[in-house]
Nanobody, 126 residues
Framework: QVQLVESGGGLVQAGGSLRLSCAAS????????MGWFRQAPGKEREFVAA????????NYTDSVKGRFTISRDNAKNTVYLQMNSLKPEDTAVYYC???????????????????WGQGTQVTVSS
């Protein structure tokens, strides 16, 4: 069982930055594939970024490449999503997810993740 708790969301102006955190209850996040997804009002949940166990693979959706960075602090069992140059279209609830089933995967698909956090709201004003 893995419990995930996101934090760091908020209201920011376009062009600003936020850092989301996802604290995991697992013994270590280093051995777990982790991902970030987001869901805007009236839209499907979409992939944002993912990092495989032992950091072998990292994936980003095209719209955030060069602006967002996924990373982890193993000592704190925490995964981060650094978001820079934020745009109004980044407004959404952001969810952290854990995939404990696959050996090493930075999956783009929500169905591959078996644990989810409660989400944190990110609002970017124009």
């Amino acid at each position: 069982q893995v419990q995930l708790v996101e934090s760091g969301g908020g209201l920011v102006q376009a062009g600003g930055s936020l850092r989301l955190s996802c604290a995991a209850s697992a013994r270590t996040t280093f051995s777990i594939n982790m991902g970030w997804f987001r869901q805007a009002p009236g839209k499907e949940r979409e992939f944002v970024a993912a990092i495989s166990r032992r950091d072998f693979y990292i994936n980003y959706t095209d719209s955030v490449k060069g602006r967002f960075t996924i990373s982890r602090d193993n000592a704190k069992n925490t995964v981060y999503l650094q978001m820079n140059s934020l745009k109004p279209e980044d407004t959404a609830v952001y969810y952290c997810a854990a995939d404990t089933s696959r050996t090493s995967s930075a999956s783009l698909y929500s169905r591959d993740y078996n644990y989810w956090g409660q989400g944190t709201q990110v609002t970017v004003s124009s």
